[in-house]
C-alpha cells in the first residue's frame, strides 16, 4: 500500500490536566491501541510524538511496522506532527488521525482510502453541514514545501493547505458513515461521557 498511517501524539494534553490522551482506557485498551488495531492491514505505522514522551514510547512500540517519530517542530499542533512524518516515511501518502479519536474503525478507513484519488495532495471527508474534517485525512509528501512555508509564517493551521494544492472532499454520508467517527476526546468531562455511554 502507498499510504501509511499516522497517528499523532505529540500534544500538550492541557484539557486533560496533562494526562496524555493516547493512553487513556476504553474497552480495557489504551485509545493509542484501539487506533493501531484499525491499521493492521498498514504496511507502516508511525507515531508522531514531542520530546517528553519520545523515549517511552520507542521502548514500548518501536517494531517492525511501528514507527516513532519525533516532532522536529514542538508545539504546533498537528502541522508539526504530519510534516515531520512526511518527511521520513516510505509512503507517498498517509493518512492522518489523532490520538484522542478512539471511535474511528477500520472500516470507514477502508472505505475512504477506497475512494482516494492519487492526484489529490489533501483528501478530507466533510459532514452534512459541510464542516471539513482535517484529520482523519490523506496528506501527500507534495505539501512537503507548502508546510514548510506556512511554519515558517508561523500559520499552524491544517486549512491553510488547501488553497495552493490539490485538495479533494467526500460527503461522511457517500462513504456510509457519520460524524461519529471523528468523535474526539478533549477532556475530563469528554472522558466521562464515553466511558459512561459507551458509545
Known sequence: ???????????????????????????????????????DNFD???ISVNNKIFDEYVE???SENIHIVKDIYQEIGPMGGIYSVLKCCKEKYLFVIACDMPLM????????????????????????????????????KNLLSDMEALIKDEKYKLIELIPNN??????????????????????????????????
Not at 475512504?112 to 453541514?129: H, I, P, S, W
Not at 475530563?188 to 455511554?197: A, M, R
Open 60 to 62: 514500548k512500540y518501536e
Open 1 to 39: 500500500m502507498d499510504i501509511g498511517a499516522l497517528i499523532l501524539m505529540g500534544g500538550k494534553n492541557s484539557r486533560m490536566g496533562g494526562n496524555n490522551k493516547g493512553m487513556l482506557k476504553y474497552k480495557e485498551k489504551t485509545f493509542l491501541d484501539c487506533i493501531i488495531d484499525i491499521f
Open 105 to 140: 474503525s477500520k472500516e470507514f478507513v477502508q472505505a475512504f482510502c477506497d475512494k482516494f484519488e492519487r492526484d489529490a495532495d489533501l483528501f478530507m471527508t466533510c459532514n452534512e453541514g459541510g464542516k471539513l474534517m482535517p484529520l482523519g485525512a490523506i496528506y501527500s
Open 166 to 199: 490539490k485538495f479533494k472532499k467526500i460527503d461522511l454520508k457517500e462513504l456510509g458513515f457519520t460524524d461519529r467517527v471523528y468523535h474526539n476526546i478533549n477532556t475530563p468531562e469528554d472522558y466521562k461521557e464515553l466511558i459512561q455511554s459507551d458509545i
Open 44 to 46: 507502516n505505522i508511525y
